[in-house]
Every structure is written in C-alpha cells, then in structure tokens.
C-alpha cells in the first residue's frame, strides 16, 4: 500500500510564495489602495511585477501589514510606522524608539486629558447657569451667544503625530 504524502513545504518556501495584490488584501483585510499607498510610503517595499505589470507579494508582505496593523491600533502614525521599519532595516533595534514614541504618546495624552477635565468642569459650570436662567432670547440662542466660554480646547493639537 502506498500512502502519499503531501508536503507542506519548508517555511522559506511558503515565503517565497507569490501573491498578487488582490490577495493580499483579501487575506490581510487591507484595502488594494492602502496596499499601492503603503508602498509608495516604503512600509511595503517594492515588489517585483510580472511582465504585465502585476505587483508580486511574498508571505512576509502579510507579516508586515500584520505588524502596521498591530502599530495602527497603539496610536503609530505611519510615518513613524515607516521609522521603525526603517531602523529594523538598517539592522538595528527600534525598541528604543517605539519606547520613546510610546513615551511621548503618554505624556500628550496625559496633556489632553487635563485639557478636557478642564473644559468638563467649564461646561457643567455652564450647563448650571443656563438651567437657572431657563430660556434667553436671542439672535438664535442666547445661552450660547452670553455664553462665557472660551476655547480652552485647542483644536486636536495634543494628539497630532505625523501624517497617517
């Protein structure tokens, strides 16, 4: 009795496995415009092409779009996505770097949050006062046009990183 055995292959044979760029979205669950738009950002590198013009993935592209995904949802711009890539290319550790990405990214967010404890407690404060002045007439609302508030909140400031 003869049994047949299928080989899976060797773990460099599945990365040399070529891909073209509709499954590599569907198996990353990455957009095809994101894909062409990571390459031409460098997160991707650039794959060969078929004659035809065909972008050629190997297995590791679903590696490294694992890994932008993965960044994505810690707060990683791409650009710094980009850097950190960069780094492990020119063989070196980018740990210290996303450590002071990470580090950064605290200190803002710590920032933005007493922004917005202070824009909380500067609401409530107005939220009382219009309840106990009830309606007030106005142009188109009163509250709003005697309201003494400021902007205490700058626009989006704290938490801007980089191009995404």
């Keep these: 009795m003869r049994t047949a055995s299928k080989s899976k292959g060797t773990e460099s044979d599945n990365r040399r496995r070529l891909l073209k760029i509709g499954e590599v979205s569907r198996l990353s ?7 062409r738009f990571y390459e031409r950002q460098g997160l991707l590198g650039n794959p060969p092409r078929t004659e035809s013009g065909y972008r050629l993935y190997t297995e590791e592209a679903l590696e490294r779009l694992e890994f932008i995904k993965r960044a994505q949802v810690l707060g990683f711009s791409l650009a710094e996505i980009a850097r950190v890539i960069a780094e492990k290319q020119a063989g070196q550790s980018p740990c210290a770097e996303v450590r002071e990405i990470v ?17 909380r407690k500067d609401l409530a404060a107005a939220l009382n006062e219009w ?3 009830g309606d007030k007439e106005g142009h188109i609302c009163g509250l709003i046009e005697d309201s003494k508030l400021e902007h205490s909140m700058p626009a989006q400031k704290a938490l801007k990183r980089g191009k995404r």
């Excluded at 669950?29 to 894909?35: D, H, S, T």
């Excluded at 990214?105 to 917005?116: I, S």
């Design 131 to 133: 309840d106990e002045a």
């Design 103 to 119: 580090r950064s990214r605290l200190q803002e967010l710590d920032q933005r949050l007493k922004e917005m404890q202070r824009y």
């Design 29 to 35: 669950g990455v957009g095809i415009e994101a894909l």
